[in-house]
């Protein structure tokens, strides 16, 4: 015998008794009680019963500000355990739909290993999974750098690069005025990709399942002017927040003659 209940309409920690006669033959029914509480799988931000893209796509979308997510969707979100919910954790979710994980970090319970010599445990960092290895030690942390300007099909494009492979990231860019599309960069070809414009600044969010071939151009802002000088905060896979200010300098007419001559 199994039931099935329908839980679109709870939310997690919701309650639900039930009762079920059962009778077998000519037996005398038997009458069985119960109470299901209603409690999501990590990631199932969406509460549809399944972990999917969906879900990091609403990550994604709620970190531009896209989106409102109730407390409740942000508590299954933070798959990776580190009390916050990131486009990072976008990833995992697309990593575990893909099986390239099958438990998420915030599951798996802490291994305590001891160092030889020193009575003090200490925790494993980093992982086998892609992400895991994305950001293990500070000290190799992806960068980002502001490329030089060029006009194409009319408008000015400033790239915005970063220094190696990343799996996920958040940014806001401002003041951003003329700004008329922002556009994925090469090496985020299958990654999930959204912005919105906010005031006078832009936010974007990005999530893959793999990490991306090395650095290169992330993205792209194109401007039906010439852009002026921004500030971009950004935290890219689980690492610190990074700032960059910085004025935009357009490439030379020898820069872009060597480019076609190549």
Request: aromatic share 6%; hydrophobic share 45%; with cysteine.
């Amino acid at each position: 015998l199994r039931i099935i209940f329908d839980t679109s309409l709870m939310k997690p920690g919701d309650a639900q008794i039930f009762q079920v006669a059962i009778c077998l033959n000519e037996s005398t029914p038997v009458v069985l009680e119960g109470i299901i509480i209603f409690s999501p799988f990590p990631g199932d931000v969406s509460f549809n019963g399944e972990v999917s893209a969906l879900d990091a796509a609403l990550i994604l979308q709620w970190s531009v500000g896209l989106i409102p997510l109730e407390s409740a969707a942000l508590a299954v979100a933070d798959v990776s355990g580190n009390g916050e919910v990131t486009p990072y954790d976008a990833a995992l979710i697309l990593q575990y739909a893909v099986g390239i994980i099958n438990i998420f970090p915030a599951q798996e319970k802490v291994a305590m290993v001891a160092v030889p010599g020193s009575s003090t445990p200490t925790v494993p960092t980093g992982g086998g999974s892609p992400a895991g290895k994305a950001i293990a030690g500070d000290d190799d942390q992806p960068t980002i750098t502001k490329g030089k300007a060029r006009i194409e099909d009319g408008k000015y494009v400033v790239p915005i690069l970063v220094s190696q492979s990343v799996i996920a990231g958040e940014f806001e860019v401002g003041p951003v005025d003329g700004l008329v599309e922002v556009v994925p960069g090469e090496i985020l070809g299958g990654s999930t990709f959204v912005s919105n414009r906010v005031g006078t600044s832009v936010k974007i969010a990005f999530a893959s399942a793999e990490l991306t071939e090395g650095g290169g151009e992330l993205f792209l802002l194109k401007f039906d002017s010439e852009p002026r000088a921004f500030k971009i905060k950004a935290r890219i896979n689980e690492g610190p927040a990074q700032t960059l200010s910085t004025a935009v300098e357009m490439r030379s007419w020898g820069e872009i003659k060597s480019s076609f001559l190549k």
